[in-house]
């Protein structure tokens, strides 16, 4: 019953910016820590960013920060991931994923795919010239 949907992914140059959102229907937002992980070719997946239930604490991977930054919308149960000067490196699927236990600062570590209590299916991001 727990659904994620995430959006705006798409092509664009380095140093270009795109923002990600994540829709979450069929349980009480709010009561989830969410966090964006992303996966490259030949790449383990790796946490990208995470937030707390009410916005109050924010984990970024040390690739991404200064550049990325993670926002939710708990009326709207939404999340964003606004990121600007992106680099090829960058270049993924992003997924959003739910988890009613976990705090930020392990979400984003964990290796645990299937722990999640929910998945999105991703949106690709293509950073390139």
């Known amino acids: 019953q727990l659904q994620l949907v995430e959006s705006g992914g798409g092509l664009v140059q380095p140093g270009g910016s795109l923002r990600l959102s994540c829709s979450a229907s069929g349980f009480t937002f709010d009561y989830f820590t969410i966090g964006w992980f992303r996966q490259s070719p030949g790449k383990e997946r790796e946490g990208v960013s995470c937030?707390?239930?009410?916005?109050?604490?924010?984990v970024y991977a040390d690739s991404v920060k200064g550049r990325f930054t993670i926002s939710r919308d708990n009326a709207k149960s939404m999340v964003y991931l606004q990121m600007n000067t992106l680099k090829p490196e960058d270049t993924a699927v992003y997924y959003c994923?739910?988890?009613?236990?976990?705090?930020?600062?392990?979400?984003?570590?964990?290796?645990?795919?299937?722990?999640?209590?929910?998945w999105g299916k991703g949106t690709l991001v293509t950073v390139s010239s």
């Open positions: 994923a739910a988890d009613f236990t976990l705090i930020p600062q392990a979400m984003c570590v964990t290796r645990s795919v299937d722990g999640m209590d929910s």
């Open positions: 937030i707390s239930r009410y916005g109050d604490e924010t």
